[in-house]
């Protein structure tokens, strides 16, 4: 079945690093791709998504590209800030619209 | 715009105790989703509809949980009789219709079953 692999963390970083979340996927078909936020206490919010090979989805300085011949979508930002930290969370959708997610990666970044 | 709603935020049950919890999506969406996030299993899609009627509920954990959709604005998810393994925190997501469109997630519900 489908399924998403995305880097463990806790990933620490300092104000204004880059940062990189690996993001790989299996599927049998065309998926959706998707990387998802979560703030603590609140609910996933879209960051971005690509909906075929070579899309590039961006959003607040996030960016991350749909390569199909690696079946990545790796998550990148060139600047972070404090108010990045979150977990992320990198997403598949079949055409049905089921979502598969990978296990989230938390990034804490530190003034 | 409102985005979904869910409630009660918390609940704190005692174990074989029914638990319902509430959505009320997006106007106009037409696809509504449960999922269930723990630390060891991670975000979970345990259900979902497609203009009220259930498409895939095979993600539910067993016959203890039960979903119902009754309008296009309002869905229950019920544990009966509840487990401590049923804590967790549950969300409830809608997109606009089928398919590979953005799903909207409400703030989540976080149930503790003592």
């Known amino acids: 079945g489908d399924s998403v692999t995305q880097m463990e963390g806790p990933v620490t970083l300092s104000e204004e690093a880059f940062l990189t979340i690996n993001c790989t996927y299996t599927?049998?078909?065309?998926?959706?791709l998707f990387w998802y936020v979560q703030y603590p206490g609140e609910g996933l919010q879209l960051l971005l998504k690509?909906?075929?090979?070579?899309d590039k989805g961006s959003n607040k300085g996030f960016e991350a590209t749909y390569r199909k011949e690696t079946t990545s979508f790796h998550l990148e930002k060139g600047s972070v800030q404090v108010s990045d930290s979150a977990v992320y969370f990198c997403?598949?959708?079949?055409?049905?619209?089921?979502?598969?997610f990978g296990a989230g990666t938390q990034v804490v970044v530190t003034p | 715009d409102a985005g979904v709603i869910q409630s009660p935020r918390h609940e704190v049950t005692e174990m074989g105790q029914e638990v319902t919890l509430r959505c009320k999506p997006i106007?106009?969406?037409?696809?509504l989703f449960w999922y269930r996030q723990t630390m060891m299993r991670g975000l979970e899609l345990l259900i979902y509809?497609?203009?009220?009627?259930?498409?895939?509920d095979s993600g539910m954990p067993e016959d203890r949980f039960s979903a119902k959709m009754p309008n296009a604005s309002f869905s229950t998810l019920k544990i009966q009789p509840s487990e401590p393994r049923d804590s967790a925190v549950y969300f409830c997501?809608?997109?606009?219709?089928?398919?590979?469109?953005?799903?909207?997630f409400g703030p989540g519900t976080r149930l503790l079953v003592l």
């Open positions: 509809f497609n203009n009220n009627v259930p498409i895939d």
């Open positions: 106007s106009g969406h037409n696809s």
């Open positions: 997403a598949l959708s079949d055409e049905w619209g089921k979502l598969q």
């Open positions: 599927a049998t078909g065309y998926p959706s």
């Open positions: 997501a809608s997109s606009r219709t089928s398919g590979r469109e953005t799903q909207y």
């Open positions: 690509a909906t075929k090979a070579d």
